[in-house]
């Protein structure tokens, strides 16, 4: 039976060595910390020793119009988030159909092809509140048999028509990534082509654009409030509604702070998927 192996004892020199990465890091540490509270604490005392400061507190925060612009905002932004939950996966449903048209190579879908192109193109690069406009108002009033009449409804449509258009070039980046060796081995292992672009490429390359695509839904939970424009009774609606009866701006900052809390979580998400494909890459 074989001794037990001696533990390990970091000799003299690497202690040296630790102690130095101590002091460094601790050194770092408080020069950011050090940096980062004049920074912060000289933009504070610029603002709060401006002459206009006693006019924007009241203007901009005012508790008593926080509080009385609360349940009118709340009940507004489930209307940002009910558009947000119906229009993001339609988006990526419609994205992917529109970028595997765009790859496709058969003769057959030659004119979905010239459409899918002629979606993005015209869509990407229209502005999106023009989009909600000519959804809401022209749209609507052909009176079509079937066509929803209601705003919030033609504004969601009106989002996912612009939105899957950028989302639609995402994936189909992706999909451009996968290597074409990736293809040839599914084809050798007797996939049909079908079956490749389900079971091979797609899953790559809805991973590899997992970051960029969080980042569209990102801007789609900000643009839900575009709405605002065509009179849906939206969290942002809600503020301007109150704004304008009692001249007092704080109720936008409250808006603004809903937001802040749906999109704040999905961008650290973001960061943190984009960290972890780069891990996976490395082999780490």
């Given at each position: 039976?074989?001794?037990?192996?001696?533990?390990?004892?970091?000799?003299?020199?690497?202690?040296?060595?630790?102690?130095?990465?101590?002091?460094?890091?601790?050194?770092?540490?408080?020069?950011?910390?050090g940096?980062?509270?004049?920074?912060?604490?000289?933009?504070?005392?610029?603002?709060?020793?401006?002459?206009?400061?006693?006019?924007?507190?009241?203007?901009?925060?005012?508790?008593?119009?926080?509080?009385?612009?609360?349940?009118?905002?709340?009940?507004?932004?489930?209307?940002?988030?009910?558009?947000?939950?119906?229009?993001?996966?339609?988006?990526?449903?419609?994205?992917?159909?529109?970028?595997?048209?765009?790859?496709?190579?058969?003769?057959?879908?030659?004119p979905?092809?010239?459409?899918?192109?002629?979606?993005?193109?015209?869509?990407?690069?229209?502005?999106?509140?023009?989009?909600?406009?000519?959804?809401?108002?022209?749209?609507?009033?052909?009176?079509?048999?079937?066509?929803?009449?209601?705003?919030?409804?033609?504004?969601?449509?009106?989002?996912?028509?612009?939105?899957?258009?950028?989302?639609?070039?995402?994936?189909?980046?992706?999909?451009?990534?996968?290597?074409?060796?990736?293809?040839?081995?599914?084809?050798a292992?007797?996939?049909?082509?079908?079956?490749?672009?389900?079971?091979?490429?797609?899953?790559?390359?809805?991973?590899?654009?997992?970051?960029?695509?969080?980042?569209?839904?990102?801007s789609?939970?900000?643009?839900?409030?575009?709405?605002a424009?065509v009179?849906?009774?939206?969290?942002?609606?809600?503020?301007?509604?109150?704004?304008?009866?009692?001249?007092?701006?704080?109720?936008?900052?409250?808006?603004?702070?809903?937001?802040?809390?749906?999109?704040?979580?999905?961008?650290?998400?973001?960061?943190?998927?984009?960290?972890?494909?780069?891990?996976?890459?490395?082999?780490?």
């Amino acid at each position: 039976m074989s001794a037990p192996a001696a533990s390990w004892t970091p000799s003299e020199r690497e202690r040296e060595r630790q102690a130095v990465r101590r002091r460094i890091r601790r050194r770092s540490l408080a020069i950011a910390v050090g940096i980062t509270v004049v920074v912060f604490g000289t933009v504070w005392a610029v603002t709060v020793t401006s002459p206009g400061w006693t006019v924007f507190k009241a203007d901009f925060l005012s508790w008593h119009d926080a509080k009385a612009s609360f349940p009118s905002i709340i009940k507004g932004f489930w209307i940002n988030v009910r558009m947000f939950a119906v229009a993001e996966p339609t988006i990526l449903v419609l994205a992917i159909l529109i970028a595997l048209t765009r790859n496709s190579v058969t003769p057959w879908l030659t004119p979905a092809r010239l459409v899918a192109v002629v979606y993005t193109d015209v869509f990407r690069g229209l502005p999106s509140i023009l989009v909600v406009y000519v959804a809401v108002f022209g749209i609507t009033a052909l009176e079509l048999s079937g066509v929803p009449t209601s705003s919030t409804v033609m504004g969601t449509i009106a989002l996912v028509l612009c939105y899957s258009a950028y989302v639609a070039e995402v994936v189909r980046a992706g999909i451009d990534s996968i290597h074409p060796s990736q293809i040839a081995s599914a084809e050798a292992l007797g996939l049909t082509r079908t079956q490749t672009t389900r079971f091979v490429v797609l899953p790559q390359a809805l991973r590899r654009v997992t970051p960029p695509l969080v980042n569209d839904f990102v801007s789609l939970q900000k643009d839900t409030c575009l709405v605002a424009s065509v009179g849906v009774f939206e969290s942002l609606f809600a503020a301007q509604d109150y704004g304008n009866y009692h001249f007092n701006f704080t109720p936008f900052l409250v808006t603004g702070l809903f937001f802040l809390a749906m999109t704040i979580p999905l961008a650290r998400f973001t960061d943190w998927m984009a960290h972890r494909a780069r891990v996976r890459e490395r082999g780490r």
